[in-house]
């Protein structure tokens, strides 16, 4: 340093300082390798950029397979949402998002690789050449061509589209950001899309809205579960029950073998005096005395029917069956018997009750078809021969019905 009030630099304050302030050449050359990592990787997966390819509205390439993992739950995601997270920073909440880029490709021989090209031009898309694509078709060309067209119809589709419409991919000058920002903006009607955080510290639109859609589904949910549910009735009359069954009537097709029922408990004969089985033998004369009998046998093991000659005026009674004592008396029967009497004989005993010209049907029909049922030879099962090692015989639940 002199006395003159300059100084000299040396040569160690000459290469520090350039080395803090590269030349324009080292600038460009940077910013190539940075694009030509841009076109052949996809940021958020590391993997070779492949068709098909998508872009977001601020001109980024990815692989479509890669947000599509993105998007999943993250029960079902193999991917850490996070880490993608970094680098979308909210710009994609759905598919709606993002659009196809369709990409003109050539097979390079020398290379033996397919390679993307300008329709129009045959440039090779890359970091050396501008690129574009329009919304909505998604179809790729050079800056270049579209410049000079300046149509307002896609070439290779005829999409109409705009000025704005027209999308730089992989921008790399201030303008190109500034110019997508400002079309989301007026997209949007903000600077701040859904998906992104509000700068104000705020939640952004989409999570407003998330939000707001789960308390209505939370209020609903809630009112359901405040409301009182209705009584529980058990059906006592025959109404509806014509609803039910084969053609809204009742089946009218004979029995088949699916609908035998066999108890699974023994039952004994009773006019063996030795044997000392349980039986409940029960006479009724009205209807009133056979519900009251039978629901004071419901905890016996044998029910004994008897239709004597002597007495017969239940059996002589007419059968109604929408009275509701008389559904509860054959509810009441099957319960402690285990012997249902099929739709096809409740149907016909109901079609004579209707048919002028005919007696109408008595208990003693039923009497007579549950005792022609139960005597006729059952058909030989499992069941019937576990039985007969034990001596044991596998009918219905009735003591001989007589």
Known sequence: ?????????????????????????????????????????????????????????????????????????????????????????GRITSLKDVVEVIFETEHDSVAKTDRWICPITSKVLGPAVKAVYIVPCGHAFSHEAIKEMQAEQCSQCGASYQSRDIIPILPSTEAEKTQLQERIASIWGTENPPGLADPYGGPSFLERHWAQREQRYR????????????????????????????????????????????????????????????????????????????????????????????????????????????????????ALTGFAFADSFLSSLARLRLDAAANGPTYADLITHYIDATTKAPQTTVYESLAAKHELAAQPNSAGGR
Request: hydrophobic share 35%.
């Open 219 to 334: 209020e609903k949910d809630e009112a359901l579960a405040g409301r009182e549910a209705a009584d529980y009735k058990p059906a006592t009359t025959w109404d509806g029950l014509m609803h039910i069954g084969h053609a809204g009537h009742w089946r009218d097709i004979a029995p088949t073998e699916h609908d035998t029922y066999q108890p699974w408990f023994v039952n004994y004969d009773n006019n063996d005096s030795n044997d000392g089985g349980p039986s409940t033998f029960l006479r009724a004369t009205t209807r009133e005395d056979a519900e009251l009998l039978f629901r004071d046998a419901a905890d016996r093991a044998g029910v004994e029917l008897f239709a004597t000659v002597e007495q017969e005026d239940l059996a002589s009674q007419p059968l109604d069956l929408t009275n509701p004592a008389t559904f509860q008396m054959i509810k009441s029967f099957r």
């Open 1 to 89: 340093m002199g006395n003159d009030g300059g100084s000299i630099p040396t040569r160690r304050e000459l290469v520090k300082e350039a080395a803090r302030n590269p030349t324009a050449t080292a600038l460009k050359e940077k910013l190539r390798e940075h694009l030509a990592h841009r076109w052949s990787q996809c940021p958020v997966s590391h993997t070779a950029l492949a068709k098909p390819v998508v872009s977001d509205y601020a001109g980024d390439l990815y692989n479509k397979d890669a947000i599509i993992q993105f998007l999943l739950p993250d029960q079902v995601s193999p991917i850490d949402k996070a880490e993608y997270g970094k680098f979308i920073q």
